[in-house]
């Protein structure tokens, strides 16, 4: 399968601060989603982005799908955002793969 | 629209026991997913159905199992049940390969 690697493993930030996660991908991919996993465990669906750029709010996500990389922006943090953040991609195999995650958290 | 909604939220069993955690897609999607994250395992693919077949399994032993059913609704079975299947079950669903999955706020499913 198509193995993901993501970057930092754990971030610290001040809120306010402005951060950058990566994510690696070893194959080609038909699907890359951005999820941010709440401290109940629900996965919360960030952005839907095989390629290109998106923006949502203070979020913004881009993958360079030809040099198998994401990026996921975050500016202006808040407290809301800590979390884990992972990314996930899917091949010809039809099944999600998901990278180990960064842990957030965002001081006040 | 209702989202992906999971069933029961908390679950207690005996090793040995049988589990059963059940799932309902987002209206229109066909496809459901299962995925465990255990406690320093990350998120592990179990389960795909699509159109009531099962599309695609992880690697996982035989005693994890499940169904898809007409209206699309989904059931995932654990069978003798072991120590180690104490995880967080994330059912997700899409409108069919290729598309955004969504996720449930999953069942927690404790062996004791």
């Known amino acids: 399968g198509i193995q993901v690697e993501q970057s930092p493993p754990d971030l610290i930030l001040q809120e306010g601060a402005n951060s950058t996660l990566r994510c690696n991908f070893s194959?080609?991919?038909?699907?890359l989603q951005w999820f941010h996993q709440n401290p109940w465990g629900q996965l919360i669906n960030l952005f839907y982005?095989?390629?290109g750029t998106k923006q949502n709010g203070r979020l913004s996500a881009t993958t360079v799908a030809t040099e198998r990389y994401s990026l996921l922006y975050i500016s202006s943090s808040q407290t809301t955002d800590s979390g884990v953040y992972f990314c996930?991609?899917?091949?010809?195999?039809?099944?999600?793969?998901f990278g180990a995650g960064t842990t957030v958290t965002v001081r006040a | 629209e209702a989202g992906v909604t999971q069933s029961p939220t908390h679950l207690i069993k005996t090793r040995g026991q049988q589990a059963t955690l059940r799932c309902s897609p987002i209206?229109?999607?066909?496809?459901v997913y299962w995925y465990q994250q255990a406690l320093g395992l990350g998120l592990q693919f179990l389960l795909w159905?699509?159109?009531?077949?099962?599309?695609n399994r992880g690697n996982f032993p035989p005693r994890f199992s499940g169904r898809q059913f007409p209206n699309y609704s989904s059931e995932l079975n654990v069978n003798a049940l072991e120590l180690e299947d104490s995880a967080l079950y994330l059912c997700?669903?899409?409108?069919?390969?290729?598309?955004?999955?969504?996720f449930g706020s999953g069942t927690r499913l404790t062996v004791v």
């Open positions: 997700a669903s899409s409108p069919g390969a290729g598309y955004g999955y969504t």
């Open positions: 194959d080609s991919v038909n699907n």
């Open positions: 982005i095989p390629s």
């Open positions: 996930a991609v899917e091949g010809d195999d039809y099944k999600l793969s």
């Open positions: 209206s229109g999607h066909t496809s």
């Open positions: 159905y699509d159109e009531g077949e099962e599309r």
